[in-house]
């Protein structure tokens, strides 16, 4: 199946700076990425949507200024937390899809983040 | 607003015994649905979809699922369990397409007992 990866895989930062985390899409090309966020155990909640070249969508009480969202390439995307508080804290995960039938969603591994 | 409930948080079986884990959806229209299991350090998984047609749905590692309109369920089913199947395993239900995002249940942490 295709292969979606995540970097960093766990990220510690200082509250107040901003952490990038990267997704890409190996062997295929994303026509279409999300981003999820997961506490701990807890369920995954859909924060937005990215189609390539495009402003993403984000959900309702997602803060678009807070989670900056790039999708600049078929195969990359990157989510941007401004300003980090602890309460940020938590697993996001992407997943990417690439207009095959049905348009299934590949999910990477997830970062863990952690803001002191 | 779409939304899947997983009634079981934990469930433990014994390896070797049949499994079934319990999904709900509230949709209004014909769903996508989905069965992951996400292992501790590994990203999610599709065990298997179901868009349309037969209801008996097959998928990987032996576990298939049940499409039934008449009780918003998708059941999914495993004959017997190994000790590898230890995981969570997550229902979701998506509008149609790859376009749109998925809601997911809140899991259910699968146990195996030797």
């Known amino acids: 199946g295709a292969v979606v990866s995540q970097h960093p895989s766990r990220v510690i930062c200082k509250s107040g700076t901003s952490v990038k985390i990267e997704c890409r899409s190996l062997?295929?090309?994303?026509?279409?990425m999300f981003w999820y966020r997961q506490f701990p155990k807890q369920s995954l909640m859909l924060m937005a949507t990215s189609n390539e070249g495009s402003k993403a969508t984000y959900e309702q009480g997602v803060e678009k200024d807070k989670f900056l969202i790039n999708h600049a390439s078929l195969t990359l995307s990157t989510l941007t937390v401004t300003s980090a508080h602890p309460e940020d804290s938590s697993f996001y995960i992407c997943?990417?899809?690439?207009?095959?039938?049905?348009?299934?969603?590949?999910f990477g591994p997830g970062t863990r983040l952690t803001v002191l | 607003a779409q939304s899947v409930t997983q009634p079981d948080i934990h469930i433990t079986v014994s390896e070797g015994a049949s499994l079934e884990l319990r999904c709900n959806y509230s949709y209004g229209a014909t769903p996508y649905l989905f069965w992951y299991v996400q292992s501790p350090g590994q990203g999610l998984q599709l065990l298997l979809k179901y868009f349309s047609g037969d209801t008996l749905v097959q998928g990987i590692k032996g576990f298939e699922a049940e499409f039934k309109r008449s009780q918003s369920s998708f059941n999914l089913r495993k004959p017997s369990v190994h000790w590898s199947d230890a995981a969570e395993y997550f229902c979701a239900v998506g509008k149609g397409g790859g376009a749109d995002g998925l809601t997911f249940g809140k899991g259910t942490h699968l146990i195996i007992q030797p």
């Open positions: 062997d295929f090309q994303a026509t279409t």
């Open positions: 997943s990417a899809s690439g207009g095959q039938p049905y348009n299934e969603q590949f």
